[in-house]
């Protein structure tokens, strides 16, 4: 199993599903009124990227404009593309993600879009426009003392725990719980931890924690039972994994039929589903949400409004800038849709290569031209980085 570092802050949430490439599908609009390019020396370029699709990736490279149509193999073995979307979920070529060298980096990170606690600002997002927020992406970049690349990131994101830099330790977050899809892929549950204590500084391992599920069996359509995760992991470190159906713990090494993994090993702590590159089933997440709007929920399947939620489940998967820094905000004023924090992402194409192209980019919108949602809206500009001030 990959891990995550504890010490990182909370990340805002990740993955979701594939878009297939095809770069006839997906045009450079250079319309000023439409947050492109006005053609007056400024270099802007916007895409909408077709990322709807649940089977394949969108392959971006920033320095054509195009969307390559790779396989998934191809993609796996080639340095052309720069960004893979799939939904809401951003890869860099690089790391876990790709073979290439692609890093990457916030080079603006809109913090009056959030309060003090990290929460959304709502008024904020509600009334940020692409023409608003330009003037960041036209900014000028310091080099950045750190490059990052991407690696293994759990669908579930690390909103379910606290961590007090005081003392070091970990606690449950109780506030914020997810929606889980099953190894199986044919159940589901309301999750959130509810107890979890693991004093990180004092070498006692995770002395106990307690997940509560909410559980909609298969072929149903709401929560019907209940099922609970409790244990402790000692101090060399290991994993627990459960199956919210049995409502047991299972061996990991041994047995398939396991929906979530909680672990840890040295520095670094995890809690994945059975999917992606951290198991072989199809489980995935959504979340996380305020448990105060997932009370409201009644089903796994269908919001509160009688939306389908299929398209919501993201597989663990590979991440790095966009994850721990994430480019959007959802269910604000309990409207269910996802909002832009319009932050500006610095893009290395070759982090051995001093002489390769970096790229400021910004996502601007998710609806694409014609409102569908799994249509990121990207404009992006070369630039060339400052150094930092001794």
Same mark, same amino acid.
């Given at each position: 199993m990959a891990q995550t570092? $504890?010490?990182?802050?909370? @990340?805002?949430? !990740?993955?979701?599903? !594939?878009?297939?490439?095809?770069?006839?599908?997906?045009k450079i609009d250079d319309n000023p009124d439409n947050g492109g390019s006005d053609n007056g020396g400024d270099g802007i370029t916007r895409m909408v990227v077709d990322a709807s699709s649940s089977d394949t990736m969108a392959y971006l490279n920033l320095a054509s404009g195009e969307v390559l149509n790779l396989t998934a193999a191809q993609a796996a073995e080639s340095e052309d593309w720069h960004l893979a979307l799939r939904r809401y979920n951003i890869q860099l070529n690089g790391g876990a993600s790709g073979p290439g060298a692609v890093v990457g980096v916030v080079g603006d990170d809109q913090a009056d879009f959030y309060d003090d606690s990290g929460e959304p600002v709502a008024n904020v997002f509600l009334n940020a426009t692409p023409d608003s927020e330009l003037e960041h992406l036209k900014d000028t970049f310091t080099a950045p003392a750190r490059w990052s690349q991407d690696s293994v990131v759990s669908g579930l994101g690390e909103a379910w725990y606290n961590y007090d830099h005081s003392n070091g330790n970990m606690s449950a977050n109780s506030d914020n719980g997810y929606l889980l899809r099953s190894g199986e892929g044919d159940s589901y549950a309301r999750l959130r931890a509810t107890e979890f204590t693991f004093p990180t500084r004092t070498g006692q391992g995770i002395t106990s924690y307690e997940f509560s599920f909410d559980v909609q069996? @298969?072929? !149903?359509?709401?929560?019907?039972?209940?099922?609970? =995760?409790?244990g402790s992991i000692p101090p060399e470190g290991g994993e627990r994994c459960f199956d919210f159906d049995s409502n047991a713990t299972v061996d990991c090494a041994s047995s398939e039929n396991w929906d979530l993994v909680l672990g840890f090993a040295d520095r670094s702590l995890y809690l994945r589903t059975?999917?992606?590159?951290?198991? &072989?089933?199809?489980?995935? @997440? =959504?979340?996380?949400?305020? $448990?105060?709007?997932?009370?409201?929920?009644? %089903? @796994? !399947?269908?919001?509160?409004?009688? &939306? %389908?939620?299929?398209?919501? =489940?993201?597989?663990? %998967?590979t991440g790095g800038v966009f994850v721990d820094h994430g480019w959007y905000a959802y269910n604000l004023s309990e409207q269910h849709q996802l909002w832009p924090n319009y932050r500006v992402y610095l893009i290395d194409t070759d982090r051995n290569d001093d002489a390769s192209p970096v790229y400021a980019v910004q996502l601007i919108g998710y609806y694409g031209d014609d409102g569908e949602s799994g249509q990121p809206v990207l404009r992006w500009r070369e630039v060339t980085l400052t150094e930092a001030a001794e």
């Amino acid at each position: 199993m990959a891990q995550t570092r $504890w010490m990182i802050g909370m @990340a805002l949430t !990740t993955t979701l599903l !594939t878009g297939c490439g095809g770069s006839s599908d997906n045009k450079i609009d250079d319309n000023p009124d439409n947050g492109g390019s006005d053609n007056g020396g400024d270099g802007i370029t916007r895409m909408v990227v077709d990322a709807s699709s649940s089977d394949t990736m969108a392959y971006l490279n920033l320095a054509s404009g195009e969307v390559l149509n790779l396989t998934a193999a191809q993609a796996a073995e080639s340095e052309d593309w720069h960004l893979a979307l799939r939904r809401y979920n951003i890869q860099l070529n690089g790391g876990a993600s790709g073979p290439g060298a692609v890093v990457g980096v916030v080079g603006d990170d809109q913090a009056d879009f959030y309060d003090d606690s990290g929460e959304p600002v709502a008024n904020v997002f509600l009334n940020a426009t692409p023409d608003s927020e330009l003037e960041h992406l036209k900014d000028t970049f310091t080099a950045p003392a750190r490059w990052s690349q991407d690696s293994v990131v759990s669908g579930l994101g690390e909103a379910w725990y606290n961590y007090d830099h005081s003392n070091g330790n970990m606690s449950a977050n109780s506030d914020n719980g997810y929606l889980l899809r099953s190894g199986e892929g044919d159940s589901y549950a309301r999750l959130r931890a509810t107890e979890f204590t693991f004093p990180t500084r004092t070498g006692q391992g995770i002395t106990s924690y307690e997940f509560s599920f909410d559980v909609q069996p @298969a072929g !149903t359509e709401q929560f019907t039972g209940t099922a609970t =995760f409790t244990g402790s992991i000692p101090p060399e470190g290991g994993e627990r994994c459960f199956d919210f159906d049995s409502n047991a713990t299972v061996d990991c090494a041994s047995s398939e039929n396991w929906d979530l993994v909680l672990g840890f090993a040295d520095r670094s702590l995890y809690l994945r589903t059975n999917s992606g590159p951290s198991g &072989n089933g199809d489980g995935g @997440a =959504f979340g996380p949400m305020t $448990w105060s709007d997932l009370s409201d929920y009644t %089903s @796994a !399947t269908t919001d509160p409004g009688g &939306n %389908s939620l299929a398209s919501h =489940f993201n597989a663990d %998967s590979t991440g790095g800038v966009f994850v721990d820094h994430g480019w959007y905000a959802y269910n604000l004023s309990e409207q269910h849709q996802l909002w832009p924090n319009y932050r500006v992402y610095l893009i290395d194409t070759d982090r051995n290569d001093d002489a390769s192209p970096v790229y400021a980019v910004q996502l601007i919108g998710y609806y694409g031209d014609d409102g569908e949602s799994g249509q990121p809206v990207l404009r992006w500009r070369e630039v060339t980085l400052t150094e930092a001030a001794e």
